[in-house]
């Protein structure tokens, strides 16, 4: 009998990585404001929507409603799908 080997691998951006430098090039890809890309860039980074929020001083309610207005814009169905869509503008 044979046996295969298998694995899985995933890449995750470090959290204590500075996004701001990508703020910019996301903002320009995507057509996004500048707070919008703010919290892109975070949750591209690995933050939650929650943590994002308090790292940028904004309210969980105006956080949601950028989110919704960034997946939009840059045509993402998800959280994962955006870090995909900003991961690859970045490169």
């Given amino acids: 009998s044979s046996t295969t080997a298998s694995f899985v691998a995933s890449h995750r951006t470090p959290r204590d ?37 308090k790292l940028l001083g904004l309210t969980i309610e105006t956080a949601r409603n950028y989110s ?9 169905r998800g959280q994962a799908d955006l870090v995909r869509k900003i991961l690859a503008c970045l490169t």
Avoid: M, N, Y
């Avoid at 919704?68 to 993402?76: E, L, Q, V």
């Fill in 17 to 53: 990585v500075d996004p701001t430098p990508s703020e910019p090039i996301v903002a320009a890809t995507f057509g996004l404001s500048p707070r919008e890309s703010a919290l892109a860039c975070r949750l591209a980074a690995g933050h939650s929507l929650v943590e994002s929020a």
């Fill in 68 to 76: 919704k207005k960034i997946f939009a814009k840059a045509g993402a």
